[in-house]
T-cell receptor, first 111, second 115 residues
Framework: GQQVMQIPQYQHVQEGEDFTTYCNSS?????IQWYKQRPGGHPVFLIQ?????EVKKQKRLTFQFGEAKKNSSLHITATQTTDVGTYFC???????????FGTGTKLQVIP | DAGVIQSPRHEVTEMGQEVTLRCKPI?????LFWYRQTMMRGLELLIY????????DSGMPEDRFSAKMPNASFSTLKIQPSEPRDSAVYFC?????????????FGPGTRLTVL
């Protein structure tokens, strides 16, 4: 099955700094999804990208799908303490809905 | 809608005991997923169903694990006998394949501790 790797595994930033996490695959992806999991919580869907080179924004979050559809990134501008959590990329494959999750990037924001 | 409902939220049991985790998906969703999350292995897909039929159970660790979906509104994940290495958070998720489909809605999870 498809595998997606995320970097970095952990990131500590000062509040107000920017943050970026990257998701990489050795194979072409048909789509990429991003989820956020707060400490002690459950993964919550953020967005789905399907087009080559696609860029979507949600307030301070910018999501990008690579031109070759083998990588994706999530960028947070001016982090806030509410951004703390683990960010997962995931890809949906096959005719069914099987979703493979990346390893996740744990973000800690220092006030 | 109340979202995906899981029970119990916490379970502490002794090695060798049977454990049953329960899930009620969002009404109208035709896919149901069971995941396990640990620090070491991250978020692992165990099994998923489409219209109550198991589609892929390749993630089920071993024969001690079994899952059923007797109807569209209920699923169980059973571990018999349980072992300490089964300690983890187990999530159930549901989704519906539509034009913008693919979004998975996760339940709050069941934190399982096997002593």
């Amino acid at each position: 099955g498809q595998q997606v790797m995320q970097i970095p595994q952990y990131q500590h930033v000062q509040e107000g700094e920017d943050f970026t996490t990257y998701c990489n695959s050795s194979t072409t992806l048909s789509n990429i999804q991003w989820y956020k999991q707060r400490p002690g919580g459950h993964p919550v869907f953020l967005i789905q990208l399907v087009k080559s080179g696609e860029v979507k924004k949600q307030k301070r979050l910018t999501f990008q799908f690579g031109e070759a559809k083998k990588n994706s990134s999530l960028h947070i501008t001016a982090t806030q303490t509410t951004d703390v959590g683990t960010y997962f990329c995931a890809t949906r494959s096959g005719g069914y809905q099987k979703v493979t999750f990346g390893t996740g990037t744990k973000l800690q924001v220092i006030p | 809608d109340a979202g995906v409902i899981q029970s119990p939220r916490h379970e502490v049991t002794e090695m060798g005991q049977e454990v049953t985790l329960r899930c009620k998906p969002i009404s109208g969703h035709d896919y149901l997923f069971w995941y396990r999350q640990t620090m070491m292995r991250g978020l692992e897909l165990l099994i998923y169903f489409n219209n109550n039929v198991p589609i892929d159970d390749s993630g089920m660790p071993e024969d001690r694990f079994s899952a059923k979906m007797p109807n569209a509104s209920f699923s169980t994940l059973k571990i018999q006998p349980s072992e300490p290495r089964d300690s983890a958070v187990y999530f159930c998720a549901s989704s519906h394949l539509g034009p913008e489909g693919g979004e998975q809605f996760f339940g709050p999870g069941t934190r399982l501790t096997v002593l």
